[in-house]
């Protein structure tokens, strides 16, 4: 995500908790950006394990740094809004490719970040203070002019002039973006007013370590879209994520007009048990055990995160008032004892469905949705943490208990995770062999085996994927399917990403920064590829489904092949294991039978529909400028919208029944936040779905995919239609 995005989001969406992610801290003097203390020595280390041991390491010259500018550029400005073409020109002529990368493998020296963003924030504060000003004029939102929506592939502007020009439009575009979101025109200045006050006030609370981790990120992205350079901050946040565990008092925290604003409370963390902290509660101090309170107003949120998070057993204070209301001034100090703090949301749950069989007869099949693979890491071995393989290895005991006659794996929106986890995971279903071959820079291959042969489950499987499942999930999905253990259902394809990542804290490898004591940096770098046991790569072309769906995700460019540096597809031998892919006469009748209902029912007449009217709106380039058109444009879209809505209604009431099966108590309905007046939504936007709702109604792919685990529990009987055989192994 650019940084105009990442700015413009920062106080009002992007929620940081004790919990996952690292947030922006002090302030710092435009101009004043220095190095981070021994990050000469990080940024030489970076280079010296890109350059010796990253998997895609000949690739890279000295002149591969032409492309490190105007990479950053794009990371502080995507959108291509506030610099202008002379300073890019400038700053390429100032920083040569073979100068900027001999100072940093010499000295370590990344002084064209800091150089760079100071201009950056010159750009950004000058023209806020020209909209401030701009916003106090009269606007023609009657002319026939349109607005590039994504700019991210033009230049940026050559002069001020043109940079006015651009402006000009960027403004009418958001003020008529607020109108059509029923704000007057003096309401929707105010917003984008208070919205820009903000991004400069996020500009200023960006610190040396962001800019340095960002420079950095960016030349670690020349190797491979998947490796970058982490703080230290960020590299405490990675290692939560990985585990699904932290120590602390478990709430989520976001800054609203500078107060530190509770906006959920993690089910089982300190701050629930002691159910005295609400969301929509503000933190007003923090205090140690013992110590004197500090004042959190105005602080940033990394600050306050790092004061309240500790050492398990350790007690911490909190003034906090209450979230009741406007008027409320209730204030009460709250003493809670730091705790292990497990992010259940995001661990796999699961629920058995009721699914109707030809003959009305309700079957029992199970769902198992994995969000990703989460797992010990290697410092957190023998300890008690969240393992992804036995979390689903317990609830498919549970859903066995309960007599399921199939089992779905839901990995359409996982992204990855651990390797290791993957390979036991796959182990479930499977006696032993092969799960994944790993490849080195050298051309060694490493062959990953389930060694266990018992089997957690070994009735029919079906796996369901979409383009965002990458790295683990399309190892399971692949390996499953090369053992003709699973039917894969989903999306054309998978994301694409077959590289195998490690990450390296920095104060391991270079003893002056471990006897510096501080925290150090980290870098995740791609050392390997992965293949499937019969040596195909999934890089690039992803696990191409048997029973393919309809998908909004085709017209997205979401793929690894869509990546810039993406490593190439290949292929290694097969290794020797004890299976085979189903075969075309097992396939065919599943791929036939679907292949009739989706040109047959009513849901998947509602899903293309969807996708056509998705795929018009990607194909949009700009937008009107014109109030009345763009009115016109709305009230069709609602029209739209309301019919689509109301036939989700109607397929909803033929959704299968289901029982959850979960590993810790459901969240309960988080309180709805308190609306502020700049608070809006633009008139394209979608409304969120409910994150507790784990199960949503009609979820066209979930359901189609209950019905081929039904189609191999009792095989249809139909007529192969020529789309249905072209789509099987053999038209392949």
Not at 212 to 224: G, K, P, Q
Not at 254 to 276: M, R, T
Not at 371 to 377: I, K, Q, S
Request: charged fraction near 25%; aromatic fraction near 6%; hydrophobic fraction near 40%.
């Amino acid at each position: 995500m650019h940084l105009l995005t990442r700015l413009a989001r920062h106080s009002r969406q992007a929620l940081l908790p004790l919990v996952l992610f690292a947030g922006l801290a002090h302030a710092e003097v435009e101009g004043s950006f220095r190095a981070p203390p021994l990050l000469d020595i990080e940024a030489r280390t970076l280079i010296r394990l890109l350059e010796e041991i990253h998997y895609n390491r000949d690739a890279i010259k000295s002149a591969s740094y032409a492309e490190v500018i105007p990479d950053y550029l794009a990371a502080l400005d995507g959108q291509h809004l506030f610099f202008l073409e002379t300073d890019k020109a400038g700053f390429l002529e100032r920083y040569k490719p073979d100068s900027l990368y001999w100072t940093l493998t010499s000295m370590g020296k990344i002084d064209a970040a800091y150089a760079i963003f100071t201009v950056y924030q010159k750009r950004v504060t000058e023209r806020v203070d020209w909209i401030q000003q701009a916003l106090k004029a009269d606007f023609d939102l009657t002319t026939q002019d349109t607005y590039l929506i994504d700019r991210t592939k033009t230049g940026w502007p050559t002069s001020a002039a043109d940079a006015d020009l651009l402006w000009s439009q960027r403004l009418r575009f958001e003020l008529i973006k607020e109108v059509l979101n029923k704000k007057t025109l003096e309401e929707a200045k105010k917003n984008v007013g208070k919205r820009y006050a903000r991004l400069l006030k996020n500009m200023g609370d960006m610190e040396s370590s962001d800019v340095s981790e960002m420079f950095l990120s960016c030349i670690a992205r020349l190797y491979d879209p998947h490796s970058t350079y982490f703080s230290a901050d960020t590299y405490e946040d990675f290692g939560i994520q990985m585990r699904l565990q932290l120590v602390g008092i478990g709430a989520l925290l976001s800054i609203e007009d500078d107060q530190c604003v509770i906006k959920d409370v993690i089910p089982g963390g300190p701050a629930d048990l002691d159910k005295q902290i609400k969301p929509n509660d503000k933190i007003i101090s923090v205090a140690q055990d013992g110590g004197e309170p500090v004042e959190v107003i105005g602080m940033k949120l990394r600050k306050i995160v790092d004061m309240i998070r500790g050492a398990k057993g350790t007690r911490v204070h909190l003034l906090i008032e209450s979230g009741e209301g406007a008027a409320s001034t209730t204030h009460k100090e709250i003493v809670l004892t730091r705790n292990v703090v497990n992010l259940d949301s995001s661990r796999a749950h699961g629920a058995i469905f009721e699914v109707p069989d030809a003959n009305g007869k309700l079957m029992p099949l199970g769902v198992i949705t994995l969000p990703t693979f989460y797992g010990p890491d290697n410092s957190d071995k023998g300890k008690a943490q969240n393992s992804a393989t036995k979390d689903i290895a317990e609830i498919i005991t549970r859903m066995k208990a309960a007599n399921i006659q199939g089992l779905v794996l839901d990995l359409r929106n996982n992204g990855g995770g651990l390797l290791s986890e993957a390979i036991d995971l796959t182990g479930l279903f499977i006696k032993t062999g092969p799960v994944v071959q790993v490849r080195a820079y050298s051309g060694e291959i490493k062959i990953d085996d389930d060694e266990d042969p018992s089997i957690a489950y070994a009735g029919p499987l079906a796996v369901l994927v979409s383009r965002f499942s990458a790295s683990a999930s399309e190892i399971v999905a692949g390996a499953l399917q090369n053992y003709g253990r699973a039917v894969i259902v989903g999306d054309r394809s998978t994301h694409g990403k077959g590289s195998v990542q490690t990450v390296l804290e920095l104060r391991n490898l270079v003893p002056q920064l471990a006897r510096a004591g501080a925290k150090s940096g980290a870098t995740k770098l791609t050392v390997q590829k992965f293949y499937l046991p019969n040596g195909a790569s999934t890089q690039l072309k992803g696990v191409v489904p048997d029973v393919i769906l309809p998908s909004v995700n085709e017209f997205l460019p979401i793929g690894e092949s869509d990546q810039p540096h993406a490593l190439a597809w290949d292929q290694i031998p097969s290794s020797r294991f004890n299976g085979q892919p189903l075969t075309s006469a097992q396939l065919t009748p599943l791929i036939s039978a679907s292949a009739q209902r989706q040109a047959s029912i009513a849901e998947f007449a509602y899903q293309r529909q969807a996708i056509d009217w998705f795929k018009n709106r990607q194909e949009q380039k700009s937008v009107s400028l014109n109030l009345e058109q763009r009115q016109q444009e709305k009230a069709a879209d609602e029209v739209f919208k309301k019919t689509m809505k109301d036939e989700r209604k109607k397929l909803a009431v033929n959704d299968y029944k289901f029982a959850e099966v979960l590993l810790a108590p459901p969240a309960p309905p988080r309180a709805k936040a308190l609306k502020k007046d700049d608070d809006s939504a633009g008139e394209d936007d979608e409304p969120e779905a409910n994150e507790h709702e784990r199960y949503p109604s009609a979820d066209v792919p979930l359901r189609e995919a209950l019905r081929v685990v039904q189609d191999l529990i009792t095989p249809p009987v139909v007529a192969v239609t020529a789309a249905a055989a072209a789509a099987s192994p053999a038209g392949r």
